[in-house]
């Protein structure tokens, strides 16, 4: 079975920063593209950063640009999302995912979810 296992959410002031991990077992993780989405309390999910699987070329939502990084390490079958200089509107959950598809911004091109890590932005 699947399994993707997040952690590293918690409450951070604004400014601060957190890393968050997703571990993946049950696949063979250098073969899929990985991805973070995020979903605040009365939103739709939505796209954060995704990572390719053949070149690790990584993708960014909008918001945050210049603020996160993704990256991954094969060997040891985990995903990273590096936030710095978070603000109140980055608080979410936020969740790992495994893409059985190729176009990383669309929801349903998702194979496979963790359960979420929640993220607090505040002072």
């Known amino acids: 079975q699947v399994q993707l296992v997040e952690s590293g959410g918690g409450l951070v002031q604004p400014g601060g920063s957190l890393r968050l991990a997703c571990v993946a077992s049950?696949?063979?993780?250098?073969?899929?593209?990985m991805g973070w989405w995020r979903q605040a309390a009365g939103k739709e999910r939505e796209f954060v950063a995704a990572?390719?699987?053949?070149?690790?070329?990584?993708y960014y939502g909008d918001p945050v640009k210049g603020r996160f990084t993704i990256s991954r390490d094969n060997a040891k079958n985990t995903l990273y999302l590096q936030m710095n200089n978070l603000i109140p509107e980055d608080t979410a959950v936020y969740f790992c995912a495994a893409y059985d598809g190729s176009y990383y911004f669309n929801s349903e091109m998702v194979g496979h979810w963790g359960q979420g890590t929640q993220v607090t932005v505040s002072s």
């Open positions: 049950g696949l063979s993780f250098n073969t899929y593209a």
């Open positions: 990572i390719s699987r053949v070149n690790h070329t990584p």
